[in-house]
C-alpha cells in the first residue's frame, strides 16, 4: 500500500487512484505554470528595464502568440473541466446495491445506524470490496464528514441529508475527522472506520451493542463514554470542560440544577442521558448538550462507569 500522493495517507477505495491522478495533474501543472509565468517575469523586468541612452521601440500587435496564449489555456482547462467531472459524477453515483449507512454528526461526535437499526458510535465496521453509501445529516450545527483514506469528504447539515458513497478496497483502518469549525471540541469529533472481511463482519455483526468478552461493566462504560463522545465536554475523567464536573458525582448526593435540587440516583443520569434537558445543572443551561440513544446494558455501564470517578 503505497501513497498514490505525498499529500493523503494511502487509498483505500476504488475510486481513489482517478481522484488522485486528477489531483497530481493539477498540483504540477499549477506548479510549473507558477515557476515558467513567475521566473520570465522576473527575467524580463531586469532584462528590459529602463536604460540610460536607450529609446525603447513600441511593439506591434503578434496576433499568432495571442492566439497561441489563448487557446492553450482554454485546452488546458477543458481538459481539466472534464477531468474533474467524471470523478464528480464518481462521487455522487453510488453503486447499485450499495449498502446504506445512517451517519448522525452531533457536538461532538459521530453515531453509526446499520441497516436493520442497531446503532454504535465513534466506529463503523465495513466489508472490503462492498460498495457503500452514508446517508449523513446532524443534529445541530453544520459538521462535515471526512475521510482521507477514501477520498471523500461532504457537510453534514441540519435539516437536510447529504451523502458520501465509495467502495474500500483494502483492510485496515481509516479516520474520520470532522472538517467544519462546529466549537470548542471540534478537533475532538473524530471516529474511525474498520474495514474488515465478510467473516469478521458477521462475528461484529453478534456482539453488536453487547458487552465486549473481558470487558467488566464499567470499563464497558468508559468505552462507550469515549466513543459517544462525552469525554469532549466532560473530560476524560469526567473531570468537567465546557459541560459540567462528573467526577464525585455521586459522593455529592444532590446537585442544584434548573429543576431545583436533584438527588443523585441512576434515574437522574439515566435521564440526563436520554433527555439532557429535563434538568439541567446550574451555570449550564446555555450548554445544549444533545440526546442520546442508548440500549438499557449500555445505560447501566455508562452509569456504573460514572460512579467509579472521583
Ligand atoms: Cu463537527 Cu467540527
Request: contains cysteine; hydrophobic residues 40%.
Amino acid at each position: 500500500m503505497d501513497p498514490t500522493t505525498f499529500q493523503l495517507p494511502p487509498a483505500m477505495s476504488t475510486g481513489a487512484p482517478s481522484y488522485d491522478s486528477l489531483y497530481m495533474f493539477i498540483f504540477w501543472f499549477s506548479v510549473v505554470f507558477t515557476v515558467l509565468i513567475t521566473g520570465l517575469t522576473l527575467l524580463f523586468v531586469r532584462k528590459y528595464k529602463r536604460q540610460k541612452g536607450v529609446k525603447p521601440t513600441p511593439t506591434d500587435d503578434l496576433t499568432k502568440l495571442e492566439i497561441v496564449w489563448t487557446v492553450v489555456p482554454v485546452i488546458a482547462i477543458v481538459f481539466m473541466f472534464h477531468g474533474s467531472w467524471k470523478v464528480y459524477i464518481q462521487n455522487v453515483t453510488a453503486a447499485e446495491g450499495a449498502t446504506e449507512i445512517r451517519v448522525r454528526a452531533k457536538k461532538w461526535s459521530w453515531e453509526f445506524e446499520y441497516p436493520g437499526g442497531a446503532r454504535a458510535p465513534g466506529e463503523v465496521y465495513l466489508e472490503v470490496n462492498k460498495p457503500y453509501k452514508l446517508i449523513l445529516s446532524s443534529e445541530d450545527v453544520i459538521h462535515s464528514f471526512f475521510v482521507p483514506e477514501f477520498r471523500v469528504k461532504r457537510d453534514a447539515v441540519p435539516g437536510q441529508y447529504s451523502f458520501v458513497t465509495f467502495t474500500p478496497n483494502v483492510t485496515g483502518d481509516a479516520q474520520v475527522f470532522c472538517t467544519e469549525y462546529c466549537g470548542t471540541s471540534h478537533s475532538n469529533m473524530l471516529a474511525k472506520v474498520h474495514v474488515v472481511t465478510h467473516e469478521e463482519l458477521e462475528k461484529f455483526k453478534e456482539t453488536l451493542g453487547k458487552r465486549p468478552a473481558g470487558l467488566s461493566p464499567e470499563q464497558w462504560g468508559k468505552d462507550l463514554f469515549a466513543k459517544n463522545g462525552c469525554t469532549a465536554c466532560h473530560g476524560d475523567n469526567g473531570e468537567g470542560r465546557t459541560g459540567p464536573k462528573l467526577a464525585g458525582l455521586f459522593d455529592r448526593g444532590t446537585e442544584a440544577t434548573t429543576a431545583g435540587a436533584v438527588t443523585v440516583d441512576e434515574n437522574y443520569i439515566r435521564e440526563s442521558i436520554l433527555r439532557p434537558n429535563a434538568k439541567i445543572v446550574a451555570g449550564y443551561a446555555n450548554v445544549q448538550m444533545p440526546p442520546f440513544v442508548l440500549q438499557d446494558e449500555q445505560l447501566d455501564a455508562v452509569i456504573a462507569y460514572i460512579k467509579t470517578l472521583k
